[in-house]
């Protein structure tokens, strides 16, 4: 499962149990829900941590390669990465 997935599934589940607790307290829904999105980005903070930097690390990495490839892919259209020409081989059995 990505970091993504597990970090986003985590805030969720986060929010979800928040409101399940302000759900017993007697006030206006809007409310509950702003306070349950408040409460729940505050949880996470600490209590998501090494997820959230699983993601960050998967991002830097997947960004990392892009820009690695876009690199070689415009040094290529540029002929710069020319690869070097391999003397043909010949088979065993065609030696004769």
Same mark, same amino acid.
């Given at each position: =499962?990505?970091?993504? &997935? !597990?970090?986003?599934? #985590?805030?969720?589940?986060?929010?979800?149990?928040?409101?399940?607790?302000?759900?017993?307290?007697?006030?206006?829904?809007?409310? !509950? &829900? =702003?306070?349950?999105?408040?409460?729940?980005?505050?949880? +996470?903070?600490?209590?998501?941590?090494?997820?959230?930097? $699983?993601?960050?690390? $998967?991002?830097?990495?997947? +960004?990392? *390669? @892009?820009?690695? $490839? !876009?690199?070689?892919? *415009?040094?290529?259209?540029? #002929?710069?990465?020319?690869?070097? %020409?391999? %003397?043909?081989?010949?088979? %065993?059995?065609?030696? @004769?």
């Amino acid at each position: =499962m990505s970091a993504a &997935l !597990k970090y986003t599934l #985590g805030r969720i589940g986060l929010f979800v149990a928040v409101l399940g607790g302000l759900w017993l307290i007697d006030m206006n829904v809007f409310l !509950k &829900l =702003m306070l349950a999105l408040v409460f729940s980005a505050a949880l +996470s903070f600490f209590l998501l941590r090494g997820w959230r930097d $699983e993601m960050a690390g $998967e991002i830097a990495e997947a +960004s990392e *390669r @892009r820009r690695t $490839e !876009k690199e070689r892919l *415009r040094s290529a259209l540029a #002929g710069e990465d020319q690869p070097t %020409p391999e %003397p043909p081989t010949q088979a %065993p059995d065609s030696q @004769r």
